[in-house]
């Protein structure tokens, strides 16, 4: 099995890297850190594994698709994508700067589509595969401050969504995962209250399990996934009201 998968340089990409390594993919590991790359392909090398790191910036086309023509040469067909790169920061409405907001949605939605772009149609065309997106809980309604990572994570699961209806009577599944709060750098950043926090590890097992079975969607942990589940359905005024207050959590930097 070939997986490739981006944002593999540290978080929730690494721990699933090593993860799926220690079962037998063969790993084509793609981020922007070209040191941290070469650290972890060693790491599963040294452990009995295949692994080949390629630099590449998600946000760049042309970087994409040469590093999946780079993994195709060297390991073979790309069987597994796991779409994992991502980033967040606040982007309250106070203080709207269009630049940050516009990184958040390059990176988040259109690395994603960079990325599937240069895998899926040969998927396709051998009517076998399986897509998984990385997105969050995050994606399931506004949250106050995280108007670009909310945005970018919403987009991303109404993506994934569309191509699952439109690849169902082919051989190519397509895997939603929406994570909480998850241990990782980018969520160490935060000084703001993180409930149901998982470990790095823990959501690496959680997610290695919905590839293998190649479920449609997967949400975590389920405490955070009920509450968020709920909030959809409450009347909009009344969510404005209790998810503005001081004390609600924000869920931007859920991942990473």
């Known amino acids: 099995m070939i997986t490739f998968i981006t944002g593999a340089s540290s978080g929730i990409g690494r721990a699933l890297a090593l993860r799926l390594a220690a079962e037998g993919d063969a790993m084509a590991l793609a981020a922007r850190r070209a040191d941290l790359l070469a650290d972890l392909a060693e790491t599963i090398t040294a452990e009995g594994g295949r ?32 779409v994992n790169a991502g980033i967040g920061s606040p982007s309250p409405g106070t203080d709207f700067v269009t630049r940050h907001v ?79 709060f998850v241990r990782t750098p980018m969520t160490d950043r935060n000084r703001f209250p993180m409930p149901f926090m998982v470990e790095v590890d823990d959501a690496a097992r959680t997610i290695a399990r919905a590839i293998a079975s190649r479920r449609a969607f997967c949400a975590f942990p389920r405490s955070m996934a009920l509450a968020m589940a709920a909030m959809r359905l409450v ?9 503005a207050r001081p004390s609600s959590p924000r869920m931007s930097d859920t991942s990473g």
């Open 51 to 82: 692994a080949l790191a390629l630099a590449c910036d998600v946000t760049d086309r042309r970087s994409v698709e040469a590093a999946v023509a780079s993994c195709e040469g060297e390991l073979g067909p790309i069987d597994r994508l796991v």
């Open 102 to 180: 516009e990184k958040t949605l390059e990176v988040n939605l259109l690395g994603a589509v960079n990325t599937i772009g240069a895998v899926l149609p040969a998927m396709v065309e051998r009517d076998l595969g399986h897509v998984i997106g990385i997105s969050s809980l995050a994606g399931y309604r506004g949250l106050p401050g995280a108007a670009a990572y909310c945005a970018s994570k919403a987009a991303l699961s109404t993506l994934l969504e569309s191509l699952r209806m439109d690849l169902r009577r082919t051989g190519v599944a397509v895997t939603t995962v929406c994570p909480g």
């Open 235 to 243: 009347p909009r005024p009344l969510y404005e009201w209790v998810a």
